[in-house]
């Protein structure tokens, strides 16, 4: 499992290189929790170009993380999933409460 970061303005764009399921769960959660915190942050867009599996612990995770910003008034959204780990949120109707974009530039078009 490999994450980087980037900040464009008040979005941060959060690369995730490997599984997004239970085993890294608490690597993804240290890694994320300063960027959550950082106020100057507004929205983190996580791109899941070079994931190719969310578990349902992944997806627990995502909306764990969902919550926590929404309670701070920010956004979380999401882009480049494939179309294995695009239906296991589905399945939990996970996509019906986060944002998903096909593309990272499509997402940043829309939200800087």
Do not use: W
């Amino acid at each position: 499992m490999k994450l980087s970061h980037r900040i464009e303005k008040n979005v941060c764009v959060v690369a995730v290189i490997g599984n997004f399921a239970l085993s890294n769960n608490d690597e993804i959660s240290l890694y994320l929790e300063p960027l959550i915190e950082n106020p100057n942050i507004k929205i983190l867009l996580i791109d899941f170009e070079h994931v190719e599996v969310i578990d349902s612990k992944g997806a627990g995770l995502l909306a764990s993380v969902f919550k926590k910003l929404s309670n701070i008034q920010k956004e979380l959204v999401l882009c480049e999933l494939n179309i294995n780990c695009h239906s296991v949120l589905k399945t939990i109707s996970l996509d019906q409460i986060i944002e998903i974009h096909q593309t990272q530039k499509e997402a940043l078009t829309e939200k800087l």
